[in-house]
């Protein structure tokens, strides 16, 4: 039985990093990734693979820099973990021993076994599968109708990259009152149905799929629970994923009300030099400190950096402090990001909140070629203005501003403090600095804090 320092389970974006950054501050102890796809795909890329990327080898990732670093790599599907005996089995027989094991398996689509009709031919979810999305991109471009059940960022961005295609009639059945409802608050998630109907896109809100119809095994047309019936010769359910801890519960670990992985800020689990980290693995919000069930690569790859530091060894005495929620697509051209707390997330936690808002175009003057709206929300605690999250619309740039506005939310900075923010700026690249977007709507809230405490 051939023996590891460390075994890690699943080749995704937190296997491969906490891998090489375990590895680099441990070169001296033996790695091994286990994995069940010789090749892997960049999970945010996914839904480009189906126009902008010319072929889904454009959208690969592998575990090269591990391998660099020192580490093994063995193509195989784990089938069980001896945790008495610190021992894992794989289907192709291998038996292997560890002395730290990490768990970070990922997730996997929901499949929407509630609705008749769901085991038809053409009925298809989007899992981080390399082969099953180079076949699914094969079966897209023979279809004509295709239905996406779901309007959070996989459906949207599946349904926007689809409708791009020619000959598509793309259609999108949410069950909530606007598509990314879920990260952006109703005023800015109006703004991504108006953004798909622009490019094509049939956008169905409020409505629920009741079946799924079909003639000899395959279908044909979708049926809402309004009665309506839209024709569609594919069906695509992008309605969330599932942390996938199948073999962690049959091993024992102790599992949260999510289903996730119950983990400490170390990552480390109930069982001793057991860790999961990723979608598997559980998480805290940042501004509510509730778990809850975010699975986003940055999340993931933040905490693999934590534990890749920590595995050994405390190296930093920095834990993983929870997630931020920080999202952003971009949808006919248009940009979306959110992090932290929204209003509807505050809400919901009884945590007050006053916002502030302003909006420019992204370039000075705003009349430069290729200049676009920015539209920028944030959510502030009327207590000490510590921002607590924020919202934008707007072009590429957005992109990164929204990243400038999970670092103030994770270092508690205040709006009194940003006001004296020092940004660069450049008539082709961003807002002007006398009236730049995020201070202008950090000095609308300072306004209303006051207002409220007259």
Request: charged share 20%; with cysteine; aromatic share 6%.
């Given at each position: 039985?051939?023996?590891y320092?460390?075994?890690?389970?699943?080749?995704?974006?937190?296997g491969?990093?906490?891998?090489?950054?375990?590895?680099?501050?441990?070169?001296?102890?033996?790695?091994?990734?286990?994995?069940e796809?010789e090749?892997?795909?960049?999970?945010?890329?996914?839904?480009?693979?189906?126009?902008d990327?010319?072929?889904?080898?454009?959208n690969?990732?592998?575990?090269?820099?591990?391998?660099?670093?020192?580490?093994?790599?063995?193509?195989?599907?784990?089938?069980?973990?001896?945790?008495?005996?610190?021992?894992?089995?794989?289907?192709?027989?291998?038996?292997?021993?560890?002395?730290?094991?990490?768990?970070?398996?990922?997730?996997?689509?929901?499949?929407?076994?509630?609705?008749?009709?769901y085991?038809?031919e053409?009925v298809?979810?989007?899992?981080?599968?390399?082969?099953?999305?180079?076949?699914?991109?094969?079966?897209i471009?023979?279809?004509?109708?295709?239905?996406?059940?779901?309007?959070?960022?996989?459906?949207?961005?599946v349904?926007?990259?689809?409708?791009?295609i020619?000959?598509?009639?793309?259609?999108?059945?949410?069950?909530a009152?606007?598509?990314?409802?879920?990260?952006?608050?109703?005023?800015?998630?109006?703004l991504?149905?108006?953004?798909?109907?622009?490019?094509?896109?049939?956008?169905?809100?409020?409505?629920?799929?009741?079946?799924?119809?079909?003639?000899?095994?395959?279908?044909?047309?979708?049926?809402?629970?309004?009665?309506?019936?839209?024709?569609?010769?594919?069906?695509?359910?992008?309605?969330?994923?599932?942390?996938?801890?199948?073999?962690?519960?049959?091993?024992?670990?102790?599992?949260?009300?999510?289903?996730?992985?119950r983990?400490?800020?170390f990552?480390?689990?109930?069982?001793e030099?057991?860790?999961?980290?990723?979608?598997?693995?559980?998480?805290?919000?940042?501004?509510?400190?509730?778990?809850?069930?975010?699975?986003?690569?940055?999340?993931?790859?933040?905490?693999?950096?934590?534990?890749?530091?920590?595995?050994?060894?405390?190296?930093?005495?920095?834990?993983?402090?929870?997630?931020?929620?920080?999202?952003?697509?971009?949808?006919?051209?248009?940009?979306?990001?959110?992090?932290?707390?929204?209003?509807q997330?505050a809400?919901?936690?009884?945590?007050?909140?006053?916002?502030?808002?302003?909006?420019?175009?992204?370039?000075?003057p705003?009349?430069?070629?290729?200049?676009?709206?920015?539209?920028?929300?944030?959510?502030?605690?009327?207590?000490n203005?510590?921002?607590?999250?924020?919202e934008?619309?707007?072009?590429?740039?957005?992109?990164?501003?929204?990243?400038?506005i999970?670092?103030?939310?994770?270092?508690?900075?205040?709006?009194?403090?940003?006001?004296?923010?020092?940004?660069?700026?450049?008539?082709?690249?961003?807002?002007?600095?006398?009236?730049?977007?995020l201070i202008?709507?950090?000095?609308?809230?300072?306004?209303?804090?006051?207002?409220?405490?007259?």
């Amino acid at each position: 039985m051939k023996a590891y320092d460390v075994i890690i389970i699943g080749g995704g974006p937190s296997g491969i990093i906490t891998g090489v950054t375990a590895k680099k501050q441990n070169p001296e102890r033996s790695f091994l990734i286990i994995k069940e796809e010789e090749k892997g795909l960049v999970p945010c890329g996914i839904p480009y693979v189906f126009h902008d990327l010319d072929d889904v080898s454009q959208n690969k990732m592998g575990p090269a820099p591990f391998v660099k670093a020192g580490g093994e790599v063995l193509v195989d599907r784990v089938t069980g973990i001896d945790i008495s005996n610190k021992t894992i089995s794989t289907e192709s027989g291998n038996e292997m021993s560890y002395g730290k094991l990490i768990i970070a398996t990922g997730s996997v689509p929901v499949v929407p076994t509630f609705i008749k009709g769901y085991d038809l031919e053409n009925v298809e979810s989007i899992p981080k599968s390399y082969d099953y999305i180079a076949g699914l991109k094969t079966r897209i471009l023979s279809a004509t109708n295709v239905v996406v059940i779901g309007g959070g960022f996989i459906g949207a961005e599946v349904a926007e990259q689809i409708a791009k295609i020619p000959g598509k009639n793309v259609t999108i059945v949410e069950m909530a009152d606007h598509c990314l409802g879920q990260a952006f608050s109703p005023d800015f998630a109006v703004l991504a149905d108006e953004n798909l109907k622009n490019i094509g896109v049939n956008v169905l809100t409020g409505n629920t799929v009741e079946e799924l119809l079909g003639d000899n095994g395959k279908v044909h047309s979708v049926k809402l629970q309004s009665g309506e019936v839209i024709k569609a010769d594919m069906v695509i359910s992008a309605i969330g994923y599932r942390p996938n801890t199948n073999l962690a519960k049959t091993a024992g670990l102790q599992l949260t009300s999510n289903g996730t992985i119950r983990v400490d800020r170390f990552m480390r689990t109930s069982i001793e030099d057991v860790y999961a980290v990723g979608d598997c693995s559980q998480t805290i919000g940042f501004i509510t400190g509730r778990t809850d069930n975010i699975m986003l690569a940055s999340t993931a790859t933040a905490e693999a950096r934590v534990l890749g530091y920590n595995l050994c060894k405390i190296g930093i005495l920095r834990t993983f402090s929870g997630t931020l929620s920080v999202f952003s697509t971009e949808l006919n051209g248009y940009a979306f990001a959110s992090a932290g707390a929204i209003e509807q997330s505050a809400e919901k936690a009884n945590v007050d909140y006053v916002t502030g808002s302003f909006s420019d175009m992204d370039r000075h003057p705003g009349t430069l070629p290729g200049a676009k709206e920015i539209r920028i929300k944030i959510i502030v605690s009327p207590l000490n203005g510590e921002i607590i999250g924020g919202e934008i619309y707007g072009g590429k740039s957005i992109g990164e501003m929204i990243n400038v506005i999970a670092l103030a939310i994770q270092k508690y900075i205040t709006v009194y403090e940003m006001v004296s923010f020092q940004v660069g700026t450049h008539p082709l690249l961003t807002t002007a600095p006398t009236k730049y977007s995020l201070i202008k709507a950090c000095e609308d809230a300072i306004s209303k804090i006051n207002t409220r405490q007259k």
